[in-house]
């Protein structure tokens, strides 16, 4: 596996709320590998490289992370528990990417161990800015630590 591809693994199971970050990377020509799993299950079947994710050749392992909250299976909130559990994932990049703005939600987040919660803009012009500036500098000048190893 080619170790300086740049993944992203989002997880979230609006299927409109997907088109619309396909859309909003696209328009902001990020060319990044964009993974989708729609619930917190497969987000952890995903990172373990487990099921239908066994082929990491397919499925390699993601620079980023960008997690949704209210999903079916596992919570986003679930899935963020469990993966900083793991010696070899906890310190691979979590963004929770949400429409939740409550206050419980966010502390909960930072307690369980992500790195930054970000709020799902209504505009679609927003979004793209938003996805630009989560790329520049999540994937292009962050230090990323070894969290995956052959």
């Known amino acids: 596996m080619n170790t300086d591809q740049q993944i992203i693994l989002l997880a979230e199971d609006d299927s409109n709320q997907v088109l619309l970050i396909r859309r909003a990377l696209r328009k902001a020509n990020l060319t990044k590998p964009l993974q989708v799993v729609s619930n917190g299950e497969a987000a952890i079947s ?16 993601p620079t980023l992370v960008l997690l949704d909250l209210k999903m079916p299976r596992k919570s986003g909130f679930e899935v963020l ?3 900083k559990q793991q010696p070899e994932l906890r310190r691979l990049p979590v963004v ?24 799902k803009p209504i505009a679609f012009s927003d979004l793209t800015a938003m996805l630009t500036l989560l790329d520049a500098y999540w994937i292009n000048l962050n230090q990323r630590p070894m969290v995956y190893t052959d």
């Open 81 to 83: 528990e469990w993966l």
């Open 96 to 119: 929770v990417l949400t429409t939740s703005q409550e206050i419980n939600d966010i502390h909960k987040a930072y307690d369980l161990g992500v790195n930054s919660y970000l709020v």
């Open 46 to 61: 995903y990172l373990c490289g487990e099921g239908d994710y066994a082929n990491r050749e397919s499925y390699p392992m």
